[in-house]
Structure formats: C-alpha cells, structure tokens
T-cell receptor, first 113, second 112 residues
C-alpha cells in the first residue's frame, strides 16, 4: 500500500492564483482530513470528510474548498491565494470511529508571494 | 472552543537524559493521541489513551492520561538521537465527533 499520497510536494503561487492540492489514500479509509501547519503552531484542521459526498468545515476553512467524489481522493482547492496561506498542508485519513489513529501524507509546502 | 496547551515548546537534552512534555486541555477529553514528527517529515501516530488515569508504555516512552481526563504527559527515559523530533498531543472532546485539536508541539533536540 502507498498509504496517503499528496501532490505536489512544493509549490510557489503568486497572490490571486488558484491551485488544487491532491490527496489520495489506498487504505479504504472513510474519513479524510486536511490540516495546515504553520511554524510553531501545531496542526489546524481545515476541512474533513466522513465519506464520499460528505464534507464539513474544520477550524480554519476560509479561503479553501474541498470535494469528495470518491473514497480514495480528497482534493483541497485554494482560490485567490493570499500570503496568509503560506504553510505546509497535510492530508490524513482514518478508519471510521472517534478513536482511530490518523495516517498522514508527506505534505505539500506552499509559498504564496 | 477547545484549546490544548503543550509545554515546553522546546527542549534540548544531552543523550541519555530524560525528557517530558505536558499537555493540558481546557475541556474534558474523551481520548488523547500522541504523534511524533521528525524534522521535515509528517506526523506519525504513537499511541492513544482513553481511560482516566491510564498509563501506557512503549519501550522507553511512558504516556499518562490524567484522572480528570484534562491533561496528559509523555516521558522518554534515557533519550537517544533517534528521539529527535516534535511531539504533539491531540485531544478529542466529548462534543466533537472527529475533530482532533492538536497542541503546538514540543520540539526535542538531543546532543550526542
């Protein structure tokens, strides 16, 4: 199993550009999550999904959108990129249930200039 | 909203010394998870604590969950250079289905 994969690894955007961060998992996990990690700030939940067609906002959803058309994929869309969105983005997945460990992807390092 | 505080933010030790990081929640937690992130890497799950007063051990690592389920600690005995990284606690409150709240983490560096 590849686990959780993310593309691209690195990206530089100009202010106002848009992009999609890709996330896929091959573990048949129902639950998927997007986090951002700023230096010294831990991980903050952007959006999560409990299954195909079901998404919900996390702690910091503004400026982002998600979709979940399949169990495997959970892309994160940035519209009108802003410098405040410079961060490392992690996708994670888990089995259903409240007491399940999360498996993280390798991350995407995004810089907005 | 729920807040999870973690101290210290940084800890530098000599190899062989012990290390402890503490996690405190503003609300009662249903469970707490611990993750380790190596420099440049991604968080990796270490353990989960669910019961009040629970203590779990993994080799040199000891994890505790407080009696009130509002605090937790991770203790590493005789640190090694392989222990370098950031240790995060993440709590799930009773009112939240799936939203883990992460602490800011403790960065551990080990001098060989």
């Amino acid at each position: 199993n590849a686990g959780v994969t993310q593309t691209p690894k690195f990206r530089i955007l100009k202010i106002g550009q848009s992009m999609t961060l890709q996330c896929a998992q091959d573990m048949n996990h129902n639950y998927m999550y997007w986090y951002r990690q700023d230096p010294g700030m831990g991980l903050k939940l952007i959006y999560y999904s409990v299954g195909a067609g079901i998404t919900d906002k996390g702690e910091v959803p503004n400026g982002y959108n998600v979709s979940r058309s399949t169990t495997e994929d959970f892309p994160l869309r940035l519209e009108l990129a802003a410098p405040s969105q410079t961060s490392v983005y992690f996708c994670a997945s888990s089995y259903p249930g409240r007491e399940r460990e999360q498996f993280f992807g390798p991350g995407t390092r995004l810089t907005v200039l | 909203g729920q807040q999870v505080m973690q101290i210290p933010q940084y800890q530098h030790v000599q190899e062989g010394e012990d290390f402890t990081t503490y996690c405190n929640s503003s609300t009662t937690l249903s469970n707490i998870q611990w993750y380790k992130q190596r420099p440049g890497g991604h968080p990796v799950f270490l353990i989960q604590l669910v019961k009040s007063g629970e203590v779990k051990k993994q080799k040199r690592l000891t994890f505790q969950f407080g009696e009130a389920k509002k605090n937790s600690s991770l203790h590493i005995t005789a640190t090694q250079t392989t222990d370098v990284g950031t240790y995060f606690c993440a709590g799930l409150s009773g009112g939240s289905n799936y939203k883990l709240t992460f602490g800011k983490g403790t960065l551990l560096t080990v001098n060989p």
